[in-house]
């Protein structure tokens, strides 16, 4: 079965650290998304990228890195600069043709809480 | 910018009851719209789209039309059930270059026996 698979479910970050949340697709799916989900305020974009060894910064990246070694892998590290970060994190991908009707296919999320 | 509005929940429904969610947008273009659900605890996942003008979206009883003139995008099911309890997101796609998504805030089902 083709999907989406995000690690682990729920993570726990103390002060001062940074953690890395997992993200990896066997669609083939050249674009991936990482989608910022607080209470009342829908999803927000923090990182995207089209293609492998490039991404960019989407709305909200202050404190959010990425990297996009592998076709299908797009991990997240929260830092220590990200103030904030409790919080329902999801990745998506989609086929990264450049079609605005492209679907967006979700992973079952991580939820990220601070002891 | 882009923007999507949809209607405050939670939305609170009898089964067998009539469900309409609205959702109305704004961009600069000529957008694609789509509805995602989200189950408790879950991601997103694709509900029904529509890419141009007077286009009707529908899957498992949903519908939802196009609307250029009213800049909407409503999401309607004739007879919801309990499994239905979800989050509706509406959201819209930008022609031009990379495929940026504006999302809704999302609007709370409960459907009760």
């Known amino acids: 079965d083709g999907g989406i698979t995000q690690s682990p479910k729920y993570l726990f970050r103390k002060e001062g650290q940074n953690v890395t949340l997992s993200c990896e697709q066997n669609?083939?799916?050249?674009?991936m998304y990482w989608y910022r989900q607080d209470p009342g305020q829908g999803l927000r974009l923090i990182y995207y990228?089209?293609?492998?060894?490039?991404?960019q910064k989407g709305d909200i990246a202050e404190g959010y890195s990425v990297s996009r070694e592998k076709k299908e892998s797009f991990p997240l590290t929260v830092t220590s600069a990200q103030k904030n970060p409790t919080a329902f994190y999801l990745c998506?991908?989609?086929?990264?043709?450049?079609?605005?009707?492209?679907?967006?296919?979700f992973g079952p999320g991580t939820r990220l809480l601070v002891l | 910018g882009n923007s999507v509005t949809q209607m405050e929940g939670p939305v609170t429904l009898s089964e067998e009851a009539f469900l309409t969610i609205n959702c109305t947008y704004t961009?600069?273009?000529?957008?694609?719209l789509f509805w995602y659900v989200q189950y408790p605890g879950e991601g997103l996942q694709l509900l029904l789209k529509a890419t141009k003008a007077d286009d009707k979206g529908s899957n498992k009883g949903f519908e939802a039309t196009y609307r250029k003139e009213t800049t909407s995008f409503h999401l309607e099911k004739g007879s919801v059930q309990v499994s239905d309890s979800a989050v509706y997101f509406c959201?819209?796609?930008?022609?031009?270059?990379?495929?940026?998504?504006?999302f809704g805030t999302g609007t709370k089902l409960q459907v009760i026996p």
């Open positions: 990228s089209q293609i492998v060894n490039d991404f």
């Open positions: 959201a819209l796609s930008d022609t031009g270059g990379y495929q940026k998504v504006t």
């Open positions: 669609l083939n799916h050249d674009a």
């Open positions: 961009a600069t273009g000529y957008p694609s």
């Open positions: 998506a991908s989609s086929t990264g043709q450049g079609y605005y009707q492209e679907t967006q296919y």
